[in-house]
């Protein structure tokens, strides 16, 4: 391990290392040389595609494979649109990209699923394409396609619905370009197209710029090959005498001008991180050539394929896998012979401890005042390693390094040590995602988690979710992984909903309702509707019952949720739904609760329809009642005697005698007050009694008479009426002459008292006072304000209650009563 | 006491607080100056949570109410804050066109308080004007109006749920209670009587489930009663006679604040003048019997002069401490004594001058306690005659019905006739409803098919019609004696320092939900009053938690977790003041913290109206 450096190969002031990240499962059936490979970038999955000239029959379909970074297979398809398959590509998101030689693109899954389909216009159709590029743009990655003539069109994002846009045109195209590649400029994809010798930028917005560039080589004749960096600040073109020139991606700076000697175009020309570029003729070794013209050959076993990474390059062989990784600055800094950096100091110091060597001591002393520094470097160093051995002892110096600084980080430690077992559960052979620590941190925790979903490794990932403590991560993964249940589990309904259940529980914050519209989704009619069941929220549950037309089901959850909100939503889309009124609400009597809703409804939109209700409903009491609240607001006395002739009826058929008997009485009461408003009364709207009062007023005795007859007004209650209605219009002396009309008043005279009082006239209340009985004395003298004369009655009837009575309205002006009451009062205590 | 006890009940400001950013943020989402169209109902409520100065401050420059279809002119941004009902949505509709086809471009939001409905959406989309309009909701489901009582404000509860069966509300009270966990923890140990107050807490849960975790909230409430208006309709039928009863009676409390006009304040501009335990004056008389308020008053007017007095012996350096502190309060109290003085007398200028209520109140007794049903019904008889206020006769008629059962089909149909002559034939309508919430009803005849009612799974229903074979005893009377509702006779009750719950009816009737609820959180639950509880409703159930149940009755002095001692009141359909007089004293009593939730606050009147047509 001391020697860890011997391994590395020095590219200028840079060093290079080569892992061996997989031995490939393909072994015994790939032929590298035979395929067209597509990778895609931080460790992505392959897919392969047997090359037109290696086809054993020229119109057999063409099979994509798509296996994971170990090789081992995932997926077989055959091509089967018609056309000739004419690339593959991976997006950034792990979507494999097909485009077949008409413009039609497909987009798979890993699974051979088509996730989305487009196609690359009109031209592309036509004259068919000739070549295309699949990169990687700023949010996902597109796709740019050349036509048989020679124009470029392209899609910025395959995950949009934008058509694609024409790339401003070459001058004098005429044939083929020599070499072109996809490049972003400030923010916008552009193609970067070399004409022979001549280089032009064209862009989305119809500008074609000519590029000059530094070289020093004045006749170029072509150039054969062009790689822009992942980053796309660097470019890399081969020419056809030989040369690699290596700058940066305006061309306008040259980082290096290197003479191969071979200047048959390679086989690949690929970037290796940014400070590096590898090129690879087949059957010869890999050149990598530094940006200082210095250079290393890498020697290897049959064809090979290369994938650019931002921190260096996968090689993928036939038997291997395997990565050239530029040495990460801190790990440089550790295991550099003759370093005499703190981290180095200290992996050393660990070491020679284990072996209880004194020199540790040594050690310890010379960094002790950068133990904080040394340790960081140790457990950054131990991110990078790939051999869990390597992984440990440099964690092991940092554990050790930690005893002697105060304040260190628990954190970053802790934090590492988790980054480091997730990278070695996906690095796992049967995962295949070689990822390097660097490639982590730029993608991040979230989108591995969601690219191991999309593998299907829904246990590895919900391990990391748990381990990680990232709850909400979780339930999106349980989501998924559910959908995935529903959509391909053969098993029958009940089993699926079963096992669903069991792993979802009640609680997990898993939507059901979204597992249950995948199932519709599926045609899994009954699984949905298990599913459902589990739904806690109500209002979920309902807009899918309703879909997949379970209104029964979807009214009853409605009602039971408690929620009449939901209970309207689907008696409207049930009204909507039968055209039937009758069906309609032969379907609604099935769930009682539900019309009391429905009725609330009509009764504030469409009360024909209510009364329809209540008809069907055999509720003839409660259509007498819509009557006479229509009749209440109508003004119209004949529309106003026909509605209460319908309640009347209404009222026959509920047998409501009583009711009827009343309504018939109203419409009588009706008929004599439209003759009395013909006679100048205005009384309609008003009540029996009140139109009696009114005519008593007016001094119509008569027709109050007959009134009172007609409508069997009792005794009583007449004589409270016309005593009130007299002495409101202040006839005195037809009050009287009532008074006396009888033996004695049925309602005693009180009344009339009060009456008298009431309307302002307490001399003539005076004259009934001795008629009263004794036991209402009192209170009429209170009512025309004879307190002291009230006291005295009281008093001499020996009744407190009575005493109390005055006392109570004694106000504080009366204060000489009030004292006289107060006396009253002793006295008859103490008599 | 009081102050101690109201000192530990959950701080409701918070909750204010919570709907105030809530309109906030609503306000805010639209830039540049703005009108407010706000429902009627809605008014107060809103006032109470963000006065015109805040909604000056979010941009608003005017404010109106919802009450007619008339474009108006104004500024580009447009808000409605309304009830999702169905008659301020088409307010807005045609408003909304009317300004579109007189060339008013505007932008609408329209508020639903406390959540849209899709029934209102679908008159949008029908109007073919749902894409005009944002839709917002605010969610304001809990308005306290003091420290210990929260309102929904949702004066139409009774008659929608209990008479036209409608559960649309349910939501909103059960919303109500979940707010209320979601701040002040879950609670514990529910006990329901009644069907809407069952519904209501299951509703709840599932709503719960749904929303946010709350476990870790503190608890700070223990237990919750829900109640519904019609296990006890005999209650709000009966006069008030504490004095915060009576000013709701006569002057009409809303949202908390009472508006006395000339009659009191002898100036020409109405007062308003908020009634809570702010106000300490108001506090230590608000729940007292009316008999001895006046006393009271007087008494504190004395020491009030006391200590205006003292001043008279200060040095100047006294003299300036009592100006600089005493001076400020003593004025306050000085404008509170003199506006309650006031109150009082009113009160009983109008109340017992024509010696009506003297006469009311010896009915209504007569009636609770069984005796002199003849002269009883003759006294209802004759208040008819008279034309009486119609709702103080129906309240009259209605206790005649319930304290009985229901009445003979003689005098049933007797006195609804003599209603129709003094007060006219819509009353049908009335007297329709009445019988649907078994508040005025007639006794079945067997031989007699009984009116079929729709949708008629309330439990008042079964009580209007289901008792065919009756015992001498009504149920009514049952519930009086196994629930000691009415105190024996010849007891006479201290109205200054009472002993009973019962003196807020002046010792004559203990409010039988109160009792309900002393009886539950003594027993912690139904044992041993099941047979009465059925006597009211089939519907009530409890859940309590285990490990309390041990405990013995909540709110004994050794129980030590505060949060069991307060219990929180649930009066769904309303609740008077008198009733919460009679809680507050409960609380005294058993050193119980009662938080009084309800749908409203009602009187008889308020209560009646809500079944006239």
């Excluded at chain 1, 195209?173 to 490049?183: D, E, N």
């Amino acid at each position: 391990m001391e020697f860890m450096s011997a391994e590395w190969n020095p590219l200028g002031d840079i060093f290079f290392r080569k892992l061996e990240l997989y031995r490939m499962t393909w072994i015994d059936h790939m032929n590298i040389s035979e395929y067209d490979v597509a990778a895609a970038i931080n460790g992505g999955p392959i897919a392969t595609m047997k090359k037109a000239m290696h086809m054993v029959r020229a119109d057999s379909k063409q099979i994509v494979s798509i296996y994971n970074a170990a090789g081992n297979r995932l997926h077989d398809f055959k091509w089967q649109q018609g056309g000739l398959l004419l690339k593959i590509g991976w997006t950034a998101s792990e979507k494999l990209v097909c485009v077949q030689d008409d413009g039609l693109v497909i987009l798979y899954n890993l699974f051979g699923q088509v996730e989305n389909t487009f196609d690359m216009g009109q031209e592309a159709m036509d004259l068919k394409i000739s070549d295309c590029r699949i990169f990687q743009s700023y949010n996902d990655s597109g796709v740019i396609v050349m036509t048989t003539a020679y124009r470029f069109w392209i899609k910025s994002d395959v995950n949009k619905r934008s058509a694609p846009r024409k790339l401003a045109d070459v001058p004098a195209l005429g044939s083929p370009p020599s070499c072109w590649a996809a490049i972003g400029v400030d923010g916008t994809i552009c193609a970067l197209v070399a004409r022979d010798d001549r280089l032009y930028l064209i862009d989305q917005m119809g500008q074609c710029t000519p590029q000059d560039i530094q070289i020093s080589d004045s006749d170029v004749i072509a150039y054969t090959d062009i790689a822009v960096s992942i980053n796309n600040k660097y470019v890399a073109l081969f020419t056809a005498t030989g040369m690699l020139w290596i700058g940066s991606a305006n061309l306008q700076v040259c980082f290096c001008e290197y003479q191969t000697q071979n200047k048959s175009r390679p086989t690949q020309l690929a970037w290796c991180g940014t400070r590096s570029v590898l090129v690879y003729w087949e059957g010869e070794d890999l050149l990598m050539v530094g940006s200082d013209r210095d250079w290393i050959s890498y020697p290897h076993e049959g064809s090979v394929f290369i994938v650019s990474e931002t921190d260096g390059a996968r090689i993928i062989s036939n038997s291997f896998h395997e990565l050239i990784h530029r040495v990460p600055e801190v790990t440089r800094e550790i295991f550099q012979i003759g370093s005499i950096q703190p981290g180095a100091y200290l992996f050393e110091a660990e070491r020679k401890f284990n072996q209880q060597n004194k020199e540790a001591n040594d050690y310890i002393d010379s960094i002790a005042h950068q133990m904080g520094l040394a340790v960081e470097q140790c457990i950054e160093a131990a991110g990078h390693e790939f051999e869990p051995a390597k992984q440990k002892s440099l964690l092991r110096a940092a554990s050790f390094g930690k005893c002697f600084v105060n304040t260190s980080e628990p954190d970053k430690f802790y934090h590492m040590c988790q980054m480091i077992r997730v990278l070695n559960a996906v690095r796992e052979f049967s995962v295949g995602i070689p990822l390097t620590l660097k490639q982590l941190n730029f993608i991040t925790m979230e989108t591995l988690i969601d690219r191991l979903v999309y593998r299907r490794q829904y246990l590895l990932a919900r391990k990391i979710c748990q381990y990680l403590k990232l709850k909400d991560v979780e339930e999106k993964i349980l989501a998924h992984w559910a959908c995935y249940k529903v959509e391909n589990s053969r098993d029958p309904d009940y089993k699926i909903a079963n096992i669903l259940q069991e792993k979802l529980g009640d609680n997990s914050g898993v939507s059901y309702s979204d597992i249950a519209n995948r199932a519709v989704e599926m045609g899994k009619t009954n699984l949905a509707i298990m599913l459902l069941d589990h739904e806690t929220k109500a209002a979920n549950q309902i807009p899918l019952l309703m879909k997949i037309e379970k209104y029964d089901t979807a009214l009853k959850k409605a009602i039971d949720s408690g929620d009449s909100n939901l209970v309207y939503q689907v008696i409207f889309k049930l009204n909507d739904t039968i055209r039937s009124v009758g069906d309609f609400l032969l379907e609604i009597r099935k769930s009682p609760p539900a019309l009391p809703l429905l009725m609330k409804y009509y009764k504030e939109e469409n009360p024909i329809l209510l009364e329809g209700l209540y008809n069907q409903e055999g509720l003839h009491n409660e259509i007498a009642q819509l009557k006479i609240s229509a009749c209440v607001d109508e003004q119209e006395i004949g529309a106003k005697k026909y509605l209460l002739g319908e309640a009347q009826k209404m009222f026959q058929s509920a047998k409501d005698e009583w009711a009827a008997k009343m309504t018939d009485d109203q419409i009588r009461l009706l008929e004599r007050q439209q003759q009395l408003e013909g006679q100048g009364l205005s009384c309609i709207n008003q009540s029996l009694h009140e139109t009696m009062h009114r005519l008593v007023m007016a001094g119509n005795m008569k027709i109050a008479e007959s009134l009172k007859k007609e409508f069997n007004v009792p005794e009583k209650r007449y004589w409270w009426l016309k005593v009130n209605a007299l002495a409101e219009c202040s006839n005195w002396p037809e009050l009287e002459i009532f008074s006396k009309s009888k033996k004695s008043s049925p309602i005693g005279y009180r009344p009339f008292v009060e009456a008298c009082a009431k309307w302002g006239n307490k001399a003539e209340a005076a004259k009934y006072l001795n008629k009263v009985v004794s036991d209402e004395k009192v209170k009429c003298l209170i009512s025309i304000g004879e307190m002291e004369h009230a006291a005295e009655v009281a008093f001499d009837r020996k009744n407190e209650d009575e005493l109390n009575l005055v006392l109570q309205q004694c106000t504080m002006a009366d204060r000489a009563v009030f004292d006289r009451i107060q006396r009253l009062k002793l006295q008859l205590r103490n008599t | 006491m009081a102050a101690s006890v109201e000192g530990k009940l959950p701080n409701l400001d918070s909750l204010k607080k919570l709907v105030r950013d809530d309109l906030r943020r609503i306000l805010e989402s639209k830039h540049g100056a703005k009108d407010l169209f706000i429902d009627p109902t809605l008014m107060k409520p809103i006032d109470r949570i963000a006065n015109v100065k805040f909604l000056q401050d979010h941009g608003v420059e005017k404010i109106y109410k919802i009450d007619s279809s008339k474009p108006v002119q104004g500024n580009r941004e447009r808000f409605y804050i309304t009830r999702p009902k169905v008659i301020s949505i088409k307010y807005i509709v045609e408003q909304m066109k009317a300004e579109k086809s007189a060339g008013q471009d505007r932008h609408y939001t329209i508020v639903m308080v406390p959540r849209s409905l899709y029934i209102c959406e679908k008159i949008l989309e029908q109007n073919g004007v749902f894409g005009w309009v944002t839709i917002e909701t605010l969610s304001f489901n809990l308005l306290p109006i003091d420290k210990d009582i929260l309102t929904i404000e949702l004066d139409f509860f009774y008659s929608s749920y209990f008479l036209h069966h409608d559960e649309t509300w349910l939501h909103t009270a059960a919303s109500a209670l979940v707010a209320l966990q979601q701040e002040f923890g879950k609670i514990p140990n529910f006990y329901a009587i009644g069907q809407a107050a069952k519904s209501t807490w299951q509703l709840s849960q599932t709503l719960l489930d749904c929303g946010p975790d709350i476990t870790g909230v503190p608890k700070q409430i223990g237990h919750v009663i829900l109640i519904d208006r019609d296990v006890d309709l005999v209650s709000p039928l009966c006069s008030q006679v504490t004095y915060e009863g009576l000013l709701d009676d006569i002057f009409g409390i809303q949202c908390g604040v009472v508006q006395f006009d000339k009659s009191v304040t002898g100036a020409d501009n109405v007062m308003k003048v908020p009634l809570n335990s702010d106000d300490w004056l108001f506090q230590e008389v608000r729940n007292k019997h009316f008999s001895t308020v006046f006393k009271e008053l007087s008494a504190k007017a004395k020491d009030l002069q006391k200590s205006y007095d003292k001043k008279d012996e200060m040095s100047v350096a006294q003299m300036k401490d009592f100006v600089a502190k005493d001076l400020k309060s003593l004025k306050a109290t000085h404008k509170s004594l003199t506006i309650h003085i006031s109150a009082c007398e009113e009160i009983t200028k109008r109340k017992t001058a024509s010696g009506e209520l003297e006469d009311q109140l010896a009915t209504e007794h007569g009636l609770l306690e069984g005796h002199s049903m003849t002269e009883n019904t003759k006294y209802i008889e004759e208040c008819i005659y008279q034309q009486q206020r119609p709702v103080n006769t129906l309240r009259l008629m209605c206790l005649l019905s319930l304290v009985k059962d229901g009445l003979s089909p003689e005098t049933y149909e007797s006195l609804k006739r003599h209603s129709l002559q003094s007060h006219g034939y819509q009353h049908v309508l009335t007297f329709h409803n009445l019988l649907k919430l078994g508040l005025f009803t007639k006794r079945a005849n067997p031989s007699q098919t009984t009116v079929k009612l729709p949708g008629g799974s309330s439990s008042s229903l079964k009580i209007a019609t289901g008792k065919l074979n009756l015992p001498r005893k009504s149920s009514f009377q049952i519930l009086s004696k196994n629930l000691h509702l009415i105190p024996k006779s010849g007891v006479e009750i201290d109205l200054r320092n009472p002993t009973d719950m019962s003196y807020v009816f002046s010792g004559a009737y203990t409010p039988l939900s109160c009792r309900l609820v002393e009886l539950v959180i003594e027993k912690r639950g139904f044992t041993g009053i099941e047979d009465s509880v059925k006597l009211i409703t089939n519907s009530f159930g409890q859940s309590v938690k285990a490990q309390s149940a041990r405990g013995g009755k909540p709110g004994g002095s050794q129980s030590r977790d505060p949060a069991d001692q307060t219990v929180v009141v649930f009066f769904l359909g309303g609740v008077t003041y008198s009733e919460i007089a009679a809680l507050r004293f409960l609380g005294h009593k058993y050193g119980n913290r009662f938080l009084i939730l309800s749908t409203n606050i009602i009187t008889g009147d308020r209560f009646i109206s809500q079944t006239l047509p």
